[in-house]
Every structure is written in structure tokens, then in C-alpha cells.
């Protein structure tokens, strides 16, 4: 049973334009969502997070959107660069962390 | 500032080999600790946390054990390892049990098993 999802495998955008990663969890205890970043062969890097309290966290070209009715979450990266293509995984905590399986994103110049 | 090292980096073992991976964190006192495996493409699996000295929770029944000999020590170990348990080791430490915190991660362990 997986708490936290993340269906798109893998997405493709051009550079200069937005990228949309997105994210569904099933439990309403959750309250603290984060999205990181990882590179092949190296940990996750922490990115960004959002309380269950806000809708919405910036931070430089990063955005995180947390729709707690719908059960998600998406992070906006606006410009994308070729430098931001790697797996991005959410995760959600009411305790402990429940990851996403991760979404592989190739910005292409 | 916190920094965390892992070790090795790459480790190739033979079934029924025992195992021994190694973290440690620097630059903060009494974090919680956890130990986490990514097989090939699925997410991270929580397997073991802790929070002080001697205290070990796991998450998943498995041939593994963790151990906190240490405050910012951290060591993973099996007796006799599985083909099961190759995939992508990571630990990552957190300054607080209590409110929200990112956890932040060491660079890996990428564990074959032959």
C-alpha cells in the first residue's frame, strides 16, 4: 500500500520552460510534505518543503503547491535548466518520512 | 556546519558474507539517525531510525541490523548477506525528533551481491 505516489516515471521539458512534478499521498495525517533532488550515485539533496498549514512555498526558481483536499502536491521549477535534470522524489511526514518512487526529469537545452 | 560520510561507496560481497556500512555525522550532537534502501527503481524504503545512543526502531523484517555504538555513529550490519539485499544504501540524519525537519543524506552505498 503505497501512502505516497508519484505516477509519472520520468518527464522531458525544454529549457527556459516550467516543469511540473506532482505528487498524490492517501493519508490526511501527513503534515510536512518536501521534495528532493537526486543525481546518479549521490543521496537525495532536501530542496524544498511545505507545512500542511500553507498552500504554497517559494523558494528562488522552485515552488511547492500542496492541495490537501485533493491529496496533492506538485513543485513548479521556473526556468528550467539543464542542471535541474535528475530523480525528484516527494515525501511526506506524520513522523516518519514516506517517499514517492520518484520522478526522473531531463531538462534539454 | 553538519556534514555526513558514508562508507564505502561501492561494495561488491558474495552471499552469505556478512556486512558492515558505516556513518557518521559531524558538526551536530544527538541527531536521529536513520538507514534507508533504494532498489532499482522504486523509491527509498525506510529500514531502520534512530534516536540516541543504543536505541534502534526497524521498520521492516529483513536480515539486516542496525547499531548506534555512538552519538553520531551509525552502523547497518547483516550476518549473511542475501541477493535481496543489493540495491542503494543511503543513512541520513535529522537535528529533531519532534518538529518538522528535513532529513539530510550521505552520498550512498551502492551494495552488489554475487
Known amino acids: 500500500d503505497q501512502q505516497v505516489k508519484q505516477n509519472s516515471p520520468s518527464l522531458s521539458v525544454q529549457e527556459g520552460r516550467i516543469s511540473i512534478l506532482n505528487c498524490d499521498y492517501t493519508?490526511?495525517?501527513?503534515?510536512?510534505f518536501l521534495w528532493y533532488k537526486k543525481y546518479p550515485a549521490e543521496g537525495p539533496t532536501f530542496l524544498i518543503s511545505?507545512?500542511?498549514?500553507?498552500d504554497k512555498n517559494e523558494d528562488g526558481r522552485f515552488t511547492v503547491f500542496l492541495n490537501k483536499s485533493a491529496k496533492h502536491l506538485s513543485l513548479h521549477i521556473v526556468p528550467s535548466q539543464p542542471g535541474d535534470s535528475a530523480v525528484y522524489f516527494c515525501?511526506?511526514?506524520?513522523?516518519?518520512?514516506?517517499f514517492g518512487q520518484g520522478t526522473e526529469l531531463s531538462v534539454k537545452p | 556546519s553538519q556534514t555526513i560520510h558514508q562508507w564505502p561507496a561501492t561494495l561488491v560481497q558474495p552471499v552469505g558474507s556478512p556486512l558492515s556500512l558505516e556513518c557518521t555525522v559531524e558538526?551536530?550532537?544527538?541527531?536521529?539517525l536513520y538507514w534507508y534502501r533504494q532498489a532499482a527503481g522504486r523509491g527509498l524504503q525506510l529500514l531502520f531510525y534512530?534516536?540516541?545512543?543504543?536505541?534502534i526502531s526497524s521498520e521492516v523484517p529483513q536480515n539486516l541490523s542496525a547499531s548506534r555504538p555512538q552519538d553520531r555513529q551509525f552502523i547497518l550490519s547483516s550476518k549473511k548477506l542475501l541477493l535481496s539485499d543489493s540495491g542503494f544504501y543511503l543513512c541520513?540524519?535529522?537535528?529533531?525528533?519532534?518538529?518538522?525537519?528535513?532529513?539530510?543524506f550521505g552520498d550512498g552505498t551502492r551494495l552488489s551481491i554475487l
Open positions: 558538526g551536530t550532537s544527538n541527531p536521529n
Open positions: 515525501a511526506a511526514s506524520g513522523g516518519k518520512l514516506i
Open positions: 493519508n490526511s495525517m501527513f503534515d510536512y
Open positions: 534512530s534516536v540516541g545512543i543504543g536505541q
Open positions: 541520513a540524519w535529522s537535528p529533531d525528533s519532534v518538529s518538522n525537519q528535513p532529513q539530510h
Open positions: 511545505i507545512s500542511s498549514i500553507k
